[in-house]
């Protein structure tokens, strides 16, 4: 089977002309990324600055250092007590947060790729142009999973430029990405933002509203909750191993749910609600 890849493109250009027009799409997408890899992370990197060392809660970090593999606290040895806090909240506590943006982005705009088109009244000219059912699906998809990657990628060098500009002056070194970040931005994240579409594309193609599929869709934020607990109170830890096994589920997951989407995906099913 041929694609028809010329018709797909158009599809993606114009959903994608579409997400720069509506605020309400693109605006979570940048000021979200901005708290969580920018401004939040410069605050607690600056903090020690700022702030006695004597008043952090440096006795808490203790208790959570003595459950640590022996890698990830091997790389705290000889720190100081800012340095140490330093070091933990940027590698350690941020990490699952980092998660929430590719989710986030894949959904937004995988929820306003079909149900922003029934609000915009635009989706019956789309239903009855010169492609399949199968093309105009991956179109839908492909304009939410390659935005989410791309920006994705990009709040991890922010991140990283912001942590390491803010965090030198006490770290006198380069601290900034400890090794489990590899799997966690390249592997688990594309697979995060495959559930999230997955998962929103099959909302989306049921609901009326794009509040409504935004809504539901926001429940996937919960297993991320979860992990940034679990991180931050020492119950586990991201190992690189770990991140490649929860990675490789979580793509597995993902790839089904686009299956089963590709499969419900139906041009008559969608115009007969609208």
Same mark, same amino acid.
């Given at each position: 089977?041929?694609?028809?890849?010329? +018709?797909? !493109?158009?599809?993606? !250009?114009?959903?994608? /002309? #579409? $997400?720069?027009?509506?605020?309400?799409?693109?605006?979570?997408?940048?000021?979200?990324?901005?708290?969580?890899?920018?401004?939040?992370?410069?605050?607690?990197?600056?903090?020690?600055?700022?702030?006695?060392?004597?008043?952090?809660?440096?006795?808490?970090?203790?208790?959570?250092?003595?459950?640590?593999?022996?890698?990830? /606290?091997?790389?705290? &040895?000889?720190? %100081? *007590?800012?340095?140490?806090?330093?070091?933990?909240?940027?590698?350690?506590?941020?990490?699952?947060?980092?998660?929430?943006?590719?989710?986030?982005?894949?959904?937004?705009?995988?929820?306003?790729?079909?149900? @922003?088109?029934?609000?915009?009244?635009?989706? &019956?000219? =789309?239903?009855?142009?010169?492609?399949?059912?199968?093309?105009?699906? +991956?179109?839908?998809?492909?304009?939410?999973?390659?935005?989410?990657?791309?920006? %994705?990628?990009?709040?991890?060098?922010?991140?990283?430029?912001?942590?390491?500009? %803010?965090?030198?002056?006490?770290?006198?070194?380069?601290?900034?990405?400890?090794?489990?970040?590899?799997?966690?931005?390249?592997?688990? @994240?594309?697979?995060?933002?495959?559930?999230?579409?997955?998962?929103?594309?099959?909302?989306?193609? !049921? $609901?009326?509203?794009?509040?409504?599929? #935004? #809504?539901?869709?926001?429940?996937?934020?919960?297993?991320?909750?979860?992990?940034?607990? *679990?991180?931050?109170?020492?119950?586990?830890?991201? %190992?690189?191993?770990?991140?490649?096994?929860?990675?490789?589920?979580?793509?597995?997951?993902?790839?089904?749910?686009?299956?089963?989407?590709?499969?419900?995906?139906?041009?008559?099913? =969608?115009?007969?609600?609208?």
């Amino acid at each position: 089977m041929t694609w028809n890849w010329r +018709a797909i !493109r158009a599809v993606i !250009r114009k959903d994608l /002309r #579409q $997400v720069l027009e509506n605020k309400a799409v693109w605006l979570p997408m940048v000021l979200v990324p901005a708290i969580i890899q920018v401004i939040l992370p410069m605050v607690i990197v600056l903090l020690p600055t700022f702030v006695d060392p004597s008043e952090l809660d440096l006795e808490e970090m203790d208790s959570l250092l003595q459950v640590m593999p022996a890698g990830p /606290r091997g790389m705290l &040895e000889g720190l %100081s *007590g800012a340095q140490t806090w330093i070091h933990f909240g940027a590698n350690y506590m941020f990490a699952p947060m980092f998660l929430i943006v590719p989710l986030m982005v894949s959904s937004i705009l995988a929820a306003d790729s079909i149900v @922003g088109e029934r609000e915009r009244k635009t989706l &019956e000219g =789309l239903l009855y142009t010169p492609i399949t059912d199968t093309e105009l699906f +991956a179109a839908k998809v492909l304009t939410a999973f390659l935005p989410a990657l791309v920006i %994705s990628v990009t709040s991890f060098v922010l991140y990283g430029i912001v942590v390491n500009a %803010s965090g030198y002056a006490v770290m006198r070194r380069l601290f900034f990405p400890t090794p489990t970040w590899w799997p966690l931005v390249f592997w688990l @994240g594309p697979g995060i933002s495959l559930v999230g579409l997955g998962v929103t594309v099959l909302i989306s193609s !049921r $609901v009326k509203t794009f509040m409504q599929a #935004q #809504q539901l869709s926001g429940m996937l934020v919960l297993p991320i909750v979860f992990l940034m607990i *679990g991180q931050v109170t020492g119950l586990f830890f991201l %190992s690189v191993e770990l991140l490649l096994v929860v990675g490789l589920l979580v793509w597995l997951i993902g790839l089904w749910l686009i299956w089963i989407g590709a499969r419900t995906f139906s041009r008559g099913e =969608l115009i007969a609600r609208l």
